[in-house]
């Protein structure tokens, strides 16, 4: 046991290593650079100025996220639902076709098509009023923080989707038709029986998707210019237009606090499903 | 054992190649520039080339740092870093950068004085050759190109074009939503609006040019960016440089600020509709160069400045720089003409003519100011 064990740990060595200079480093590295000013010194500064200028973008980068979660859940609970309970086998393989497509397609690609697909005379306005359901006067544009919504939405939903459709994939039938024999609705079957059993993975992937979507430059850069916009913006604005690395950590620890959140979370339901078994 | 063999013999044949000796006489200049991949493009396919055929055993090395003056920072980083280590030399032999650097990296004494030892030193004339955002560059810099921010619209929903910054006051309030700018965070056509908007608003705008830097001044510009985000509420905020230039075409906005080389060179791709013109205002609104300099402790420093000569001979400021990216020459533009067609001159200057441009064209502030007013607008426009 003993030589094995230490061949095992020998073995996780440069990962370690990797994990430490790739990752615990530049994190200690920025987070002690939030409370220095630009001479070393030790200062509140960062964040005094990270609250004065950005305390609406830190606020809507909450919303924003929140809000997406949300939009996320439903539609893959939806998605994963009519997978799990859908009558119709062409619908069902259609659908499963064609919502994983967006996971294969990088966030910067999503916004460079969502520029042009939800601008107010956009590909998506303009077939509206081709087809009549709207008028021209009518249309109005998508390019500021709905359209980072949007796009978050319609990039993270397959993730969450697929490890929702799995979970309920594997659900046991019995409880699913013995409903269904009692005459329950599907919609009835999907938020009652459903939904409760794969509650905790819907969970996790929401989790993940809150961590992708909080790191996410590309897409609030490319659709929307103004305010309120995401602390990733203002982060890059920091450093690429005024050189001020002291802010810009300010920002990332306040990122830090909201992502470690979720992460505790996550952890917290790891450490219960262990428990559990 | 034959492919053994084969590979041996490749071996020994890459390791003659590479033997120092095999290319005594080989420089290799590199060429570090900002700017987007056009400028690595410029001179790796154009300029890089034609140099070397010119001067046989060189070879031009271009490398691209990225947009804006995140761009810049990082060759100022480069230099730096190497200047800190103690080199006795430092492996950029050509830099292209912003003004705000090119003036830091004057003043922390990184670059040569090398204006006066190149021949087309004298053919720049511009003001920006010697002040960069209220820094003296006079010696250290020969503008590449001049950029310039001037006012696109479309003739045909706006029959009399913008004067003045109170006309576009009237323009957005009469019609809401039709005007369309980037705000300041997403490219330097809407940071030059709002620095216009400053020149034409703000008590004492000679001073935000020439400085010097007082806080005092800094405060006065309240009013004028109260007023600015009350326009704001009137207009279509837009994604970026290219965000204005899409809107315009796609008839969502009417009017807003864009950079005229890249009004220009979409036009001239079919990307933007034929029928837009560009104005200027005539309390000014602002351009930029970007400048060759040569590092201090480059390498190849003789070689650098006959690059640099070569980049702004008027020949290759006329081809490269007018006819193939539409930006106005760095050098004066007296000494191009007669390079040009003319009706590649007329394109150029058909809208905004020579005198227009010479009026209202302005720099942009002084460094200080210019991060400055970017925070004041933070604070009071957006917020």
């Given amino acids: 046991m003993g030589p094995n064990r230490n061949i095992s740990i020998l073995l996780t060595v440069p990962a370690l290593l990797v994990v430490a200079l790739l ?61 799990t309970l859908g009558e119709s086998p062409l619908a069902k393989s259609i659908l499963g076709f064609l919502y994983r497509w967006p996971l294969f397609i990088p966030f910067i690609v999503a916004a460079q098509c969502m520029r042009t697909f939800i601008a107010r005379n956009g590909m998506m306005n303009m077939t509206l009023v081709y087809f009549g359901i709207l008028d021209l006067d009518q249309v109005q544009g998508f390019l500021d923080w709905r359209g980072i919504v949007f796009t978050f939405v319609w990039k993270q939903t397959p993730f969450v989707a697929l490890m929702v459709a799995g979970a309920m994939a594997g659900l046991d039938r019995a409880t699913i038709e013995a409903a269904r024999n009692l005459g329950a609705s599907r919609l009835r079957i999907l938020v009652e029986i459903v939904v409760p059993q794969v509650s905790r993975t819907l969970a996790v992937g929401l989790v993940l998707s809150f961590v992708t979507m909080m790191s996410v430059l590309s897409v609030p850069l490319m659709l929307s210019g103004q305010s309120p916009s995401m602390l990733t913006v203002n982060m890059a604005w920091r450093i690429n237009s005024v050189g001020d690395y002291g802010t810009a950590n300010a920002l990332g620890f306040v990122s830090y606090l909201m992502t470690g959140f979720a992460a505790w979370f996550y952890l917290r339901h790891g450490m219960r499903e262990k428990a559990g078994q | 054992m034959k492919r053994r063999t084969m590979l041996g013999a490749v071996a020994v044949g890459a390791m003659f190649a590479f033997a120092p000796g095999a290319h005594a006489q080989q420089v290799n200049l590199n060429v570090m520039t900002a700017g987007d991949q056009n400028m690595v493009d410029y001179i790796t396919e154009y300029l890089g080339p034609m140099f070397e055929k010119a001067n046989p ?116 309030h009469a019609n809401p939503k039709r005007f369309g700018h980037n705000g300041i965070r997403g490219g330097m056509s809407g940071v030059g609006f709002v620095f216009g908007w400053l020149y034409a608003y703000a008590p004492q705008p000679a001073k935000l040019i020439d400085g010097p830097y007082d806080d005092a001044t800094v405060a006065a510009l309240t009013p004028a960016l109260q007023k600015m985000k009350a ?32 009004f220009y060179s979409w036009q001239a791709d079919g990307k933007l509709s034929p029928n837009l013109k560009l104005t200027l205002l005539k309390t000014g609104l602002p351009g930029q160069p970007m400048y060759y300099v040569v590092p201090e402790k480059a390498a190849n420093a003789a070689v650098a400045r006959k690059f640099v000569e070569l980049a702004t001979s008027p020949q290759v400021q006329a081809k490269g720089i007018v006819e193939r990216f539409n930006w106005l020459p760095g050098i004066d533009a007296s000494y191009v003409q007669q390079y040009l067609d003319k009706k590649i001159w007329d394109k150029l200057f058909k809208d905004v003519p020579p005198d227009m441009l010479k009026a209202m064209g302005k720099p942009m502030p002084q460094s200080d100011y210019f991060t400055k007013i970017q925070e004041q607008y933070e604070k009071i426009v957006l917020n």
Wanted: some cysteine.
């Fill in chain 1, 23 to 83: 990752f615990i480093y530049p994190l200690g590295f920025s987070l002690v650079g939030a409370f220095q000013d630009k001479a070393g010194v030790w200062t509140l500064g960062n964040f005094g100025r990270a609250w004065e200028l950005y305390r609406l973008d830190t606020a809507f980068t909450v919303v924003i996220v929140l809000v997406s979660c949300v939009l996320i859940a439903l539609m893959s609970i939806a998605i994963g639902g009519y997978l």
């Fill in chain 2, 57 to 172: 055993g060189v070879k031009v090395r271009a490398v691209g740092t990225g947009p804006g003056d995140a761009g810049s920072q990082r060759i100022w980083e480069r230099l730096e870093a190497q200047r800190k280590a103690g080199s006795a030399s430092v492996d950029v032999d050509v830099a292209v950068v912003h003004q705000k650097m090119a003036g830091m990296m004057v003043k922390e004494g990184l670059l040569a004085k090398y204006r006066g030892e190149v021949s087309t030193g004298k053919m720049a004339t511009n003001d920006v050759t010697k002040n960069a955002l209220g820094i003296n560059v006079d010696g250290y810099v020969i503008p590449m190109f001049n950029s310039q921010i001037a006012i696109a619209y479309n003739p045909d929903k706006v029959k009399t074009p913008p004067s003045s910054y109170d006309d576009l006051v009237a323009f957005a």
């Fill in chain 2, 231 to 262: 326009f704001n509420n009137d207009v279509t905020i837009t994604p970026g440089n290219a965000g204005t230039l899409d809107a315009l075409n796609r008839g969502e906005i009417d009017m807003g600020p864009v950079w005229m080389d890249m």
